[in-house]
């Protein structure tokens, strides 16, 4: 694969269809985590974790099992309609196998990430990916090195509005705003103002 | 058609067999043993998650007095019972402590003191105290936007009349509040200390004043009428109730302060009205 094709999955997944400002995937933490810097840093860690992984483990899934046409005694059968309910169930799944490892094995990991992970389990901007990637080329999928990059670069996408918005959000809390619109009502204003000016970013790609 | 149906519920219904095992597998393999008696002192600690203690959270002083031997006492948030209770799950002997409550020592309301400009920045101490110090003319006393009524994890701060107030019931000591007064007018005080001074300016008496009309002016009158030692002058002018050896509330009566700094703390509270452009935040 050519060299700028990398570079368009990566700055495609990061700015131009930004995973929660573009897609509108993964808004519920994006709200729900993002009033204080610190805990957004966290949940942003451990979303790019998960989703990397996530992207890895379902595209090889997707390549291996579901997009390829099984035969069994005689008759060829396609099981990629089934590729939503097999994703979630391994997500999740695999959601709690790494807590579960990170907590025996890399416990300063397990401190920073634990209280998030659990929240990720049914993440869409998770689901979402690996639907992404499944989806991509026609319904073919990406390929497994492809779908993992997508994945970590999905993560990073939401990181950097997660952040954007929680730094906005922590300025926003000592600002006089209008009584009727404190709390979630200028919250879900300045995402769509950030929506809004991530938009810019769509002439980045031709 | 059939077969589709079938090899769809045969491969799903595998996958989730294999994972559900999988799971069982790995936390039965990689189960992480942990203290029950760390868990159970976790759950007799408060639960605020103050950080009152200097560890990260109850949790973690959990562990540490479980595990490290330290106190149940480093808890400044426990009650005399719970810290009881702790002590003999432990199996250790309990340390009295005297309950610690904050005061903040500054009497300036919006309706005592004298104000110098209308703030319309950032309605936070911390902001206004670097922009030129809020509204109000004392640069010593409360700037009144509540910074430490936000911080506190209990809500025992109020803001009346752009005066931040503590009510001692409420009040666990944590300190939290201590540190984003950036005028550092909160104190950890005994509990038991009912009268304070409630200024902290360290402006010459005259200056004081014209600034604030509850201003502590150092007359000395206080320090006469106790004639013990109960009430000190400090270096910096200030007059303060002295916390080992604090007078009887009555000398509020009997000192006669000329400009009602020196208060017993209820006097204090009751004297600042909740005027309504607070009760509307």
Redesign the interface.
């Given at each position: 694969m050519p060299s700028n094709e990398w570079l368009l999955i990566t700055v495609g997944a990061i700015l131009v269809n930004n995973v929660v400002l573009s897609r509108i995937l993964g808004i519920c933490p994006f709200l729900g985590v993002s009033k204080k810097l610190e805990t957004a840093l966290g949940m942003s860690g451990a979303v790019t974790f998960v989703l990397t992984i996530s992207s890895f483990v379902t595209a090889v899934l997707y390549k291996l099992l579901l997009s390829a046409e099984i035969t069994i005694c005689g008759i060829t059968v396609d099981l990629s309609f089934t590729k939503f309910l097999v994703f979630i169930v391994v997500i999740a799944s695999l959601v709690q196998i790494i807590e579960i490892l990170l907590r025996k094995f890399a416990p300063p990991l397990y401190q920073a990430l634990g209280i998030y992970l659990p929240l990720i389990t049914t993440n869409c901007a998770v689901l979402g990916a690996a639907e992404l990637n499944a989806g991509a080329n026609n319904g073919l999928g990406r390929g497994i090195l492809e779908s993992t990059v997508f994945g970590f670069a999905t993560g990073l996408g939401f990181g950097l509005a997660l952040l954007l918005f929680a730094s906005l959000r922590e300025r926003l809390e000592l600002s006089m705003i209008p009584r009727p619109f404190r709390g979630t009502a200028i919250a879900l204003v300045t995402a769509g103002i950030l929506a809004m000016a991530f938009m810019g970013f769509s002439l980045l790609v031709k | 058609m059939t077969?589709?149906f079938l090899?769809?519920v045969c491969?799903?219904g595998l996958?989730?067999l294999i994972?559900?095992c999988?799971?069982a597998f790995?936390?039965k393999k990689?189960?992480?043993e942990t203290d029950p008696k760390v868990d159970k002192v976790r759950e007799m600690l408060p639960g605020a998650n103050c950080g009152g203690c200097g560890f990260a959270g109850c949790a973690d002083l959990a562990d540490a007095v479980v595990n490290h031997g330290v106190s149940p006492g480093r808890c400044t948030v426990l009650s005399a019972s719970g810290l009881k209770a702790i002590s003999a799950f432990l199996g250790v002997e309990a340390e009295e402590k005297e309950k610690m409550v904050a005061v903040v020592f500054c009497g300036g309301s919006l309706s005592r003191a004298a104000r110098k400009a209308q703030y319309n920045g950032?309605?936070?101490c911390r902001?206004a105290n670097v922009a030129g110090g809020g509204g109000k003319a004392c640069s010593y006393g409360c700037i009144g936007y509540g910074c430490c009524a936000r911080a506190c994890p209990f809500g025992a701060i109020e803001m009346r009349d752009g005066l931040a107030v503590v009510h001692p019931e409420v009040c666990r000591g944590c300190g939290k509040c201590i540190s984003v007064c950036p005028r550092g007018l909160i104190r950890l005080v005994p509990a038991s200390v009912k009268i304070h001074v409630y200024c902290s300016s360290a402006d010459k008496p005259a200056a004081r004043r014209k600034v604030c009309a509850a201003a502590c002016i150092s007359c000395g009158k206080c320090i006469r009428a106790d004639g013990q030692g109960r009430v000190v002058k400090q270096e910096n002018g200030t007059i303060r109730i002295n916390n080992e050896n604090p007078p009887d509330v009555s000398l509020a009566e009997t000192a006669g302060c000329p400009t009602g700094a020196l208060q017993t703390e209820e006097a204090h509270r009751a004297l600042q009205s909740i005027s309504p452009e607070d009760s509307k935040k």
């Open positions: - | 077969t589709t090899a769809a491969v799903v996958i989730g994972l559900g999988l799971i790995t936390a990689f189960d992480v950032i309605m936070d902001s």
